[in-house]
Nanobody, 120 residues
C-alpha cells in the first residue's frame, strides 16, 4: 500500500501565497511522476502541475508563472508553491503519484485532498 499525505491548504486573500506539501509513504520502490490536480465545485478535476523523477515540469496554462512544483526524491515528497493566488484558484487540491511498489507493480496513488480557498 502507498499513502499520500497532503498538507498546507487553507484560506488566503487574493494575491497571497500558500505552499502545499505531499509526502508519499509505504511500500515504494520508485516514483516516476508526482503532481497536483484540483477540483472546484461543479467542475472536473484538472491537472495543475506535474514533475518527473528527473525534474522536468509541466503546468496548466492558468497557473504558469504563478505556481512552482518541486520535489525531494530522497523524501518522496512533492511541493507546490502557489503565489499571486486568485479566487479562481479555489478548489480541493489532490496529490498524485505514479508509483512502482515493492510488491504489486506500478500504479497511480492519490491523496485525500486539501482545500485551498482564495477570498477577501
Amino acid at each position: 500500500q502507498v499513502q499520500l499525505e497532503e498538507s498546507g491548504g487553507g484560506l488566503v486573500q487574493p494575491g497571497g501565497s500558500l505552499r502545499l506539501s505531499c509526502a508519499a509513504s509505504g511500500s515504494i520502490f520508485f516514483i516516476y511522476s508526482m503532481g497536483w490536480y484540483r477540483q472546484a465545485p461543479g467542475k472536473q478535476r484538472e491537472l495543475v502541475a506535474v514533475i518527473t523523477s528527473g525534474g522536468s515540469t509541466n503546468y496548466a496554462d492558468s497557473v504558469k508563472g504563478r505556481f512552482t512544483i518541486s520535489r525531494d526524491n530522497a523524501k518522496n515528497t512533492v511541493y507546490l508553491q502557489m503565489n499571486t493566488l486568485k479566487p479562481e484558484d479555489t478548489a480541493v487540491y489532490y496529490c498524485n503519484a505514479d508509483v512502482v511498489k515493492v510488491v504489486g507493480g506500478r500504479g497511480e496513488s492519490w491523496g485525500q485532498g486539501t482545500q485551498v480557498s482564495v477570498s477577501s
